[in-house]
């Protein structure tokens, strides 16, 4: 059975701090995996991965797959208050796509 | 640009109760999604559609169906509610397959 498992849950941090969100995937016929950030309605996306080892990066947020670990972070840098959102992955097989459970962060003034 | 749109946006019904959701998208998508979010669970499947007239079913598909009659809209309907099909409701369209999914703002059902 395909699944996608972030980690950790749930996060406190304070402003300034450096985060590092894990998704690692067991998916059949796995196309690519994305990011999305969620904050009171729709996901938003922000970051899709087809190949291992490249780094795609905007502004403060980085992220990078690992195929032979069948994994991937997203890095938040110099955390803001802006930051305080669940961030989902996701990972596409065939038509469609798993999601993880999300990360729920909280980023404090 | 209004992207995805969902109607309603939030929605309170009795047990037993029928209704449609109705998701409407200006991208000219091939690809539709209904998902359902609950806490601790992530965005499950509901049923897809890869195209005008296809429907196909997710991960959790029992208790709804729906239809793609127009390439823009996607319904779900719900024939008799239950309350555990109290959720957070979301829509997304795909352009293609590797492209990203866009996300309607969701519908808040309950079911009392």
């Known amino acids: 059975e395909d699944k996608v498992v972030q980690s950790p849950l749930s996060l406190v941090v304070h402003e300034g701090d450096t985060v590092t969100l894990n998704c690692s995937y067991e998916v059949t016929n796995f196309r690519s995996l994305l990011w999305y950030k969620q904050e009171k309605k729709a996901p938003t996306f922000l970051f899709m991965l087809?190949?291992?080892?490249i780094e795609k990066k905007s502004g403060r947020l980085s992220s990078i797959l690992d195929k032979k670990e069948l994994s991937s972070i997203l890095n938040i840098t110099a955390t803001q208050t802006g930051d305080s959102a669940i961030y989902l992955c996701a990972v596409v097989g065939a038509y469609k796509y798993i999601f993880g459970t999300g990360t729920r962060l909280k980023v404090l003034a | 640009n209004a992207g995805v749109t969902q109607t309603p946006k939030f929605r309170v019904l009795k047990t037993g109760q029928s209704m449609t959701l109705l998701c409407a998208q200006d991208?000219?998508?091939?690809?539709m999604y209904w998902y359902r979010q609950d806490p601790g669970m992530g965005l499950r499947l509901i049923h897809y559609s890869v195209g005008e007239g296809t429907t196909a079913k997710g991960e959790v598909p029992d208790g709804y169906n729906v239809s793609r009659l127009k390439k823009q809209n996607f319904l779900l309907g719900l024939e008799s509610a239950a309350p555990s099909q109290t959720s957070v409701y979301f829509c997304a369209s795909m352009g293609g397959l590797g492209q990203p999914q866009h996300f309607g703002d969701g519908t808040r059902l309950s079911i009392l």
């Open positions: 087809t190949s291992s080892g």
């Open positions: 991208m000219n998508h091939e690809y």
